[in-house]
């Protein structure tokens, strides 16, 4: 779980490189206000995320999934397109006419594939699983893809912005969904982690990406309370910056490194 501050980014990746998956890209677009830069895009993750994947020898991206169209999940998308290679770019159903979305990936290579999803369909060589969305959007918060695996020993979910009628839908369609670690929807905002989706989903731990001091005043207190009373331990990117999921030998563990400059709004 990347620490870029109020936004989503999350890699998953097996040894050696062999498959990298990366969920969403964070971002917030800066222009400056001097005329003379106005127009200039700086993106954050040039200088966070992009620079650890190229310090661990990334420079491919096989799967890179898009949850849905808010900025801070796909914001810094060009900036990925323009430095790395991109196998197959995976969207929600539908997103495809957004125009407002497509244009962030005009740039792309030729050789990527953008690839629309529902929760019926199962992507080659993806090691995730597709939960939402059942019918095609233009990307809101509705229609943010659910994506779920084992892995190292643990169950996962992440589920973008999902709001609260979105989560009782996906455990209506997937009954049999559960997960050790639950990505928290939306920041840990109210509109999401509806009580009776985190009592169906028994998550052991729960994943919270929002930036630190955020004027949405993410994670919201009742969403802390409803995993609280679920007996969830949480990891925050606002007080324990990038959080890593390390498996080795059948035995995996979670590390956290908060560095000062990471997290900027």
């Not at 650890?52 to 491919?60: A, C, D, F, Q, T």
């Not at 005009?106 to 090691?127: I, Q």
């Amino acid at each position: 779980m990347f620490d870029i501050g109020q936004g989503d980014s999350f890699l998953v990746r097996t040894p050696m490189n062999r498959s990298v998956t990366l969920i969403d890209t964070g971002g917030k677009v800066d222009f400056s206000t001097q005329s003379w830069q106005r127009g200039v895009k700086n993106y954050q993750a040039k200088r966070l995320s992009i620079n650890y994947l190229k310090s661990i020898g990334v420079s491919r991206i096989d799967y890179l999934c898009v949850s849905h169209q808010d900025a801070d999940h796909c914001g810094d998308l060009p900036a990925y397109i323009q430095e790395m290679q991109i196998g197959t770019i995976l969207i929600p159903l539908g997103m495809d006419k957004n125009p407002n979305f497509m244009k962030r990936i005009e740039g792309r290579h030729r050789a990527t594939r953008v690839l629309p999803v529902n929760d019926e369909m199962r992507v080659n060589g993806l090691p995730l699983s597709i939960y939402h969305p059942y019918e095609p959007g233009l990307g809101e918060n509705h229609d943010s893809m659910v994506l779920g695996a084992t892995i190292g020993g643990l169950s996962w979910l992440f589920t973008g912005d999902l709001d609260r009628p979105g989560e009782l839908d996906t455990i209506s369609r997937h009954p049999e969904l559960h997960s050790d670690v639950l990505k928290v929807g939306h920041h840990g905002s109210k509109t999401a982690s509806d009580p009776q989706f985190v009592a169906h989903i028994k998550p052991k731990i729960a994943l919270i990406s929002a930036g630190r001091n955020n004027r949405y005043h993410h994670p919201n207190v009742e969403t802390l309370e409803t995993l609280k009373q679920s007996g969830v331990m949480v990891y925050n990117t606002q007080t324990q910056g990038m959080v890593r999921y390390v498996y080795h030998h059948n035995s995996g563990h979670f590390e956290t490194t908060l560095n000062e400059h990471e997290g900027n709004l």
